[in-house]
Structures are given as structure tokens and as C-alpha cells.
């Protein structure tokens, strides 16, 4: 029964104080959609930052042939360090930490030519696991290079969305003949179109890719540009390289400590870079939305000490009659969290309006799409819940310790 008095003595002053009632709750409000809304916009930043680096590919290492830095059995150092085809397949079958792994020949200035159109390309020659590593997905009705066009030296392109654009237009490319210097082959594949902010070589939208094993019949390049690896596991790159520089090591005769005998670009170390970043990028923005917060609280707190000066006279009457300063505190916490959830709702609602609409402002492909974040939300309510206790406990306690007879003097 006391809490339902409670609530109508709070409905009574909302209707009779509501300018006061209004200010107090904006402080929590503003507080509640500041901190909902960093966290969104934060989540939404470090989202689309990172998928613009998985566009490369997702936990993979690019190695390049180089020369050695250490003298190794009598051996000088400077010795170049190449591997072939046979090296790789010899990586895959020995080394267990491997999940994928492909050569890439490489070939520049390469003539593309339809009938109306033609253009400078460069091609890859791959194998079929490195689509997956890459992330080159198959736009609706082809598919990438397979086993099949491997093994059988198919003349068959999966091209980037953007030369399929440039040289067919509106016509579907997909079972067309293009030539390339010369030579016809028929597109199987477009590159679903992709967000990616780092290559090594040119965009994947501007690049044309056929099987390793047409390639080498068409231009016989004896060891690849470079290789592409994927570890089985997220954390076991580490013994991938090392692995990798080790099997090196004993098949070119060099210094398996010798780092500079094979270059070495390893994604995974950028995206650990990422993933600290924005950990350190959201732990700030949290802490902003807090002191936000905080302060509305203050706001909140000073409103109840006025509150409490407005009725000290009815706080003694109340325990003149016998209510004891439990049931006058619980009165006083009471309307404080009825304050500060009624504004947190309301700020929670203004949030999400703000994150459902933004979309409308077409600003996503910049600064990504604000999502909810449970985690952050959860901080959000748990703040809100300290902030309510606190702005309410210390007005609810100076009221309930006040004496009847001082009380009643005062007015």
C-alpha cells in the first residue's frame, strides 16, 4: 500500500510541478541517449572498419620470395629464395596449422577484349581455395574457380565486378567469351561486390583470376609471385610463418632464424590492431556517456534536496503521526527512480529513433551503420540504476532522519 501512495503522491507533483519535473528527467535523458548512441555509433564505426579489412581476407598472411641476411653453411648471404608450386603443395601436405593455402601467378598489361570494348588488365593464377581466402564470393548465378578447372587447365575467368561493368555493360557476363591477349575464355564468375580498404597489387574488383594450371600453360612462369596462406585456427598463425620459414629453411638451405629470407605480411597482426583499438576507442566513448550520466544525476539529486525543503513540514506531520523513516525513505527513493527510469526510457527511445533513421541520411558507406549494442547497453542500465540510487539515497536519508518536532518548527 505504501508504495501505491508513493506513486500518487509522485503523479500529484508531476502535474503540479511540470517545467521542474521536465528539466530534471532532460539531465538523465540526454545522459541516457549520449551514452546509447556512442556505443552504437562506435560499434557501427569498428564493424565497418573491419569488414573493409576482412576484404583482403580474413586471417591470412601473404609471403613473397626475398633474399637471405645470414650467412648459412658457408653460403654468403643475399641469396635469393624463391619457392614453386611444388614447395607449396610440399607445405600443405607437411605442416598441420595450414587451412588453405594457393599460389598466385601473377601476369600484368594484360589485353582484355570483347566486341565492343576492350581494356589493361592483370590476371591471377590460382588455385580454388583462394577465393575463400580472400573472400572473392560469386555474385547471384556464377561461381569462382574450382578443382575441376584446375586439373583440366580449363580456359575459364572469374572477373571483378568492376571490369564486368567496364566491358559488358548491362549484358550478363556470365557464359561469355572474352579475350585475353588474344586467347578466348568464358567468364564463370563476378565478384560480388565488396568493401576493401588494403590490397597488395590492385582491388579485387579491378582483377581477372584463372586457374594456376591455364595460366602456366599459357605463359610458363616458373615460380609464383607470391603465396596465400590461411591458418586452421585464428591464433596459430604465428606457427604457420614459423613453420613455413622452417620447411624454406631446409629445402633453399638457409638460416631457418633468418627472417628476411621470406617477406611476410601477416593480415591477422593488423586486425588484433583493430580489435585493440576500437576495444580502447569504445572504452572512452563509454566513459563520456557515463560522466554524462553522472551529471544528470547531480542534476537529479539537487532537485530531491529541493523537493525535500518543499516538504518538511508534511515529512513531520506524516511522522507526527506515526510513519516510521523507513516508510519516508522508501517514499523518497521511490520517486527518485521513478525520475531518473521514466528519463532513461525516454532517452533509450530517442536513441533508437536516432539509429533507425540514420540510415535515411545515406552516410553508412563513411562512418558505418549504428547498431544496438547489447554489452554497451547493458552498461548503460546498470549506470543508470547507480545513478538513480545514488541522486535518491542521500536526499531519501537527510529526509528520513529529520526530527517531527524540528520539522513542523521550520514551517
Given amino acids: 500500500m505504501i508504495p501505491l501512495l508513493s506513486l500518487k503522491q509522485f503523479l500529484r507533483d508531476v502535474r503540479s510541478q511540470k517545467l521542474r519535473t521536465f528539466m530534471t528527467m532532460f539531465g538523465i535523458l540526454w545522459g541516457t541517449t549520449a551514452i546509447v548512441l556512442l556505443i552504437s555509433f562506435g560499434t557501427g564505426i569498428q564493424k565497418k572498419q573491419i569488414s573493409q579489412a576482412k576484404g583482403l581476407g580474413d586471417n591470412i598472411a601473404i609471403m613473397w620470395a626475398s633474399r637471405t641476411s645470414l650467412p648459412w653453411n658457408g653460403l654468403p648471404r643475399g641469396r635469393w629464395v624463391p619457392f614453386n608450386e611444388e614447395d607449396i603443395a610440399g607445405m600443405k601436405a607437411t605442416i598441420p596449422e595450414i587451412g ?10 594484360v589485353r582484355l577484349k570483347t566486341e565492343k570494348h576492350n581494356m589493361l588488365s592483370r590476371i591471377s593464377g590460382i588455385w580454388p581455395e583462394f577465393g575463400d581466402m580472400r573472400n572473392l564470393i560469386a555474385d547471384a548465378g556464377g561461381r569462382f574457380i574450382n578443382a575441376y578447372d584446375n586439373s583440366y587447365k580449363r580456359r575459364v575467368v572469374f572477373i571483378g565486378d568492376r571490369i564486368a561493368e567496364d566491358m559488358f555493360g548491362k549484358v550478363d557476363p556470365i557464359g561469355q567469351t572474352m579475350l585475353m591477349n588474344r586467347v578466348p575464355f568464358t567468364v564463370v564468375g563476378i565478384l560480388k561486390p565488396k568493401t576493401q580498404n588494403s590490397s597488395y597489387g590492385g582491388r579485387d ?3 581477372c583470376f584463372v586457374p594456376a594450371s591455364t595460366f602456366q600453360s599459357m605463359y610458363n612462369h616458373r615460380y609464383p609471385e607470391n603465396l ?7 591464433n596459430d598463425m604465428p606457427i604457420v610463418k614459423q613453420e613455413i620459414r622452417k620447411f624454406m629453411a631446409r629445402r633453399r638451405n638457409f638460416n631457418p632464424e633468418d627472417t628476411e629470407a621470406l617477406s611476410i605480411w601477416d593480415t591477422s597482426e ?10 580502447a576507442f569504445k572504452i572512452f566513448l563509454i566513459g563520456v556517456g557515463c560522466l554524462t550520466l553522472i551529471t544528470g544525476g547531480i542534476g ?8 525535500l525543503e518543499e516538504r518538511t513540514k508534511e515529512i513531520g506531520i506524516k511522522m507526527a503521526l506515526g510513519a516510521k523513516k523507513r516508510n519516508i525513505l522508501l517514499q523518497f527513493m521511490l520517486e527518485t527512480f521513478m525520475l531518473t527510469i521514466t528519463g532513461g526510457i525516454l532517452g533509450f527511445l530517442a536513441a533508437f529513433a536516432v539509429i533507425k533513421l540514420f540510415p535515411l541520411l545515406n552516410m553508412s558507406e563513411e562512418i558505418g551503420t549504428p ?5 554497451g547497453t547493458m552498461i548503460a542500465v546498470s549506470v543508470l540504476g547507480l545513478v538513480a540510487f545514488l541522486a535518491g539515497f542521500f536526499p531519501a536519508r537527510r529526509a528520513a532522519g529529520l526530527e517531527p518536532v524540528r520539522a513542523l518548527k521550520l514551517f
Fill in 228 to 234: 596465400v596462406v590461411q591458418a586452421a585456427e585464428v
Fill in 300 to 307: 537529479v539529486t539537487n532537485i530531491m534536496n529541493v523537493v
Fill in 205 to 207: 574488383s579491378r582483377m
Fill in 371 to 375: 547498431v544496438i549494442d547489447i554489452a
Fill in 100 to 109: 588453405r593455402i594457393s599460389p598466385e601467378f601473377r601476369r600484368h598489361n
Fill in 270 to 279: 593488423g586486425m588484433r590492431f583493430w580489435n585493440t583499438l576500437f576495444l
